[in-house]
């Protein structure tokens, strides 16, 4: 698979960012469930993608490998703007999460498959977060934040299920049938972690853990068929997507779909 399009999308959004200014102003007050909530997806975000990168290298596309390591600089813009968010409304980010351990020791040595598995757990939930961010903060330069990290992670989405989706399109139907049911419960396991973890937060910004766990699953599920509804070609030329597989254009809609509307009425229920 040629990931050149790929590259050539994160270089163009590089150059805009590099003439960018950001923003960092004072001032603000945010709930202070909304705080911890922030910090925890801050240090989550704050990372340097050693194992990821080693693991593109070893891949052995220099191609593939430049757009790892542009996306591994857009994750750590995404720590410097809520940590901008975070001096903003008072408060400073903190040196990690046990939830960012457990997903980095589930990760490591793994290969880039299991990289990319895990990180797409984390991905899928982000879509979600960063949407009720968006909508229901009820401060604009939040808001703001938000929505440019929500639509970095729209693009991050198709760029990792084209990886995924090469990487299992030879695997024997058994091998990707065990590998689809063993992603599922690790993504519900994750959403349910992070529902209870961000529960408070979560209430605040309008959004109930169920209507969060729903929306996360239903995001993850198109991806899923994506990677694992699909076979090689018999002669072996790239991939030919079985019956109702759905290529990255389709999630991509999907994902639009899923996270282009509002959070909802705001509701105190927990649940």
Known sequence: MNYRQHLVTFEEHARSQAVRTEPQPLGGHLHRALIRSIQRFQAGEDGDGTGLIAA????GDPVYLAAVRLFVAEEQSHAARLANVLRYAGAAPISG???DTVFVLVRRGGGLRLELLTLMLAEV????????????SGDAYVADVAARILADEKRHVPFHLDRLRQSFARTPLAGRVAAAGGWGVLMLGAVLVVALDH????RVLGVTRRRFIIDVLRLFRPMA????????TAAGQGLRPASGAIHSSGTAAAVRDLTSGSAGTKTATPW
Do not use: E, I, N
């Open 125 to 136: 939930v982000a879509l979600r977060y960063y949407r009720a961010l968006r909508d229901g």
């Open 97 to 99: 999460h046990w939830t």
């Open 199 to 202: 529960g408070s937060a979560l």
């Open 56 to 59: 593109a290298t070893r891949a």
């Open 225 to 232: 068929a994506s990677v694992f509804r699909q076979r090689a």
